[in-house]
């Protein structure tokens, strides 16, 4: 149990254009599910946390206009790069939390690469 | 914000060794987590770590919530080829509530010879 899914698995855009990545709890409901960052070579830096249906807390340093977060139902929270640029380019990873415990499941990542 | 320290960095071992890792904090967290991580995949959880002194085992992997609450320790028996990985340690800053946070480490590289 406790499976996380992300699509797409990669995607390349062009600067500028927007990006919608999606993340869904397969065999759970998330209470809470959480959006991180990963540089290569580096470890997991949390961006925001998202409870279903309110809005995100997004960690210092991290453009809330930019990375628009929706967690519109117990299983599915999506994250959109608005305006895409290159400096953008990273691998973005979802987890979901099941509310009872402190225990984290991840989705397989996302790779985005902004030309 | 709280900081995980992860040692070692890296790790270089044969086949059939033994490997041990570990994270110390400054401050205390409520649950410990080890995950690994393979290349371009998200990280997978090994072991979930809920009370002080807690040691739990999951096949050959062992770990254990140190007493203090600002450390924990992940050991691996006869390492085999494909626990070549990353292996993070994550600690977790409010139990019981749903604004739960990890904070990770920053890993430890094992690569593992035939």
């Known amino acids: 149990g406790a499976v996380v899914s992300q699509h797409p698995s990669w995607v390349i855009c062009k600067s500028g254009t927007s990006v919608k990545i999606e993340c869904r709890s397969l065999d759970f409901q998330a209470t809470t599910m959480f959006w991180y960052r990963q540089f290569p070579k580096q470890s997991l830096m949390l961006m925001a946390t998202?409870?279903?249906?309110?809005?995100?807390?997004?960690e210092q340093g991290v453009e809330k206009d930019k990375f628009l977060i929706n967690h519109a139902s117990l299983t599915l929270s999506t994250l959109t790069v608005t305006s895409a640029h290159p400096e953008d380019s990273s691998f973005y990873i979802c987890?979901?939390?099941?509310?009872?415990?402190?225990?984290?499941?991840f989705g397989p990542g996302t790779r985005l690469t902004v030309l | 914000g709280q900081q995980l320290n992860q040692s070692p960095q890296s790790m270089f071992i044969q086949e059939g060794e033994d490997v041990s890792m570990n994270c110390t904090s400054s401050s205390i967290f409520n649950t410990w987590l080890w995950y690994k991580q393979d290349p371009g995949e998200g990280p997978v959880l090994l072991i979930a770590l809920y009370k002080a002194g807690e040691l739990t085992s999951n096949g050959r992997l062992t770990a254990q919530f140190g007493i203090t609450r600002k450390d924990s320790f992940l050991n691996i028996s006869a390492s085999i080829p494909s626990d070549v990985g990353i292996y993070f340690c994550a600690g977790v800053e409010n139990s019981g509530g749903s604004n739960y946070k990890l904070t990770f480490g920053k890993g430890t590289l094992l690569t593992v010879n035939p």
């Open positions: 998202s409870n279903e249906g309110s809005k995100a807390t997004y």
């Open positions: 987890s979901g939390g099941r509310g009872h415990t402190d225990t984290q499941y």
